[in-house]
């Protein structure tokens, strides 16, 4: 009887202490929805040429069984190394420069991509869509990041608010203007796509915001107006947002 009882216990408080950290730890709440501790695949950020070790590459291949995200990094010659302080440590990332186009150029196009969660700013789909805008025609130099306590960033235990940060220090960094540059956000990236706009509207202003995807959770935490002169484009693919042509 009182085995029975115990294992009642564990049925019913187990699944309640799980609500409850998932609810109230944020530790728990940074591990669910950034998944920074699934850093895959492995590279070099102080040599983006480099692909991934033989052993990752063996892996991958395996694993292509049953994903097409899990494969390892071929390397990037073009790109090169982005790195600025953030809200937790030093946020590392890479700039892929268009493609017969310098980004002081009259008329370029930069790109600020916020990527989802799990991964790394290598993981295969992430370098194919780079590889896709800053080719001709699109041209657009492209600079990704991992948020602080993701990839090889420094820090620890990722938020919102502290992966906004991040997105806006690179952004105020970046050469161009906030409103010549383009922010591209996938899955939880299009949240902080959001959060970067939303603090942007105090004054300064982003040429255009792409979210891959809709993240009710934080897209319907925007409870204010859109000023008219902010274009957003969120119409699916990119050749509008890089063009400058209003989405619909």
């Known amino acids: ?20 950290l998932l609810l109230y730890s944020s530790r728990i709440q940074s591990l669910v929805a950034f998944a920074s501790w699934i850093n895959w695949p492995p590279f070099a950020w102080d040599d983006l040429a480099r692909p991934s070790p033989r052993l990752a590459q063996a892996a991958s291949a395996l694993l292509a069984r049953w994903s097409n995200k899990t494969g ?55 370098v194919q869509l780079y590889k896709l805008l800053s080719a001709e025609p699109l041209g657009c130099t492209v600079v990704a990041i991992d948020y602080s306590g993701c990839g090889y960033s420094g820090g620890h235990w990722p938020d919102e608010a502290s992966a906004v940060a991040d997105a806006l220090a690179a952004l105020r960094a970046l050469p161009k203007r906030p409103q010549d540059v383009i922010v591209w956000g996938h899955s939880l990236g299009a949240g902080i796509a959001l959060g970067v706009v939303q603090a942007l509207l105090q004054g300064e202003q982003v040429r255009g915001l792409q979210r891959s995807f809709r993240l009710a959770s934080f ?22 947002a890089c063009d400058g042509r209003p989405g619909t």
């Open 72 to 126: 390892s990094f071929q390397g990037l010659a073009t790109a090169d190394q982005f790195s600025v302080a953030g809200s937790k440590g030093t946020v590392r990332g890479l700039r892929l420069p268009a493609a017969g186009c310098h980004d002081d150029a009259e008329g370029s196009k930069v790109v600020l991509y916020l990527h989802g969660n799990a991964g790394n700013i290598v993981t295969r789909h992430r």
């Open 219 to 240: 897209s319907s935490r925007l409870s204010f107006p859109l000023p008219m002169q902010l274009r957003i484009w969120l119409r699916a693919g990119c050749q509008s």
């Open 1 to 20: 009887m009182a085995a029975l009882v115990l294992a009642m216990l564990v049925l019913v408080g187990l699944p309640v202490l799980l609500l409850w």
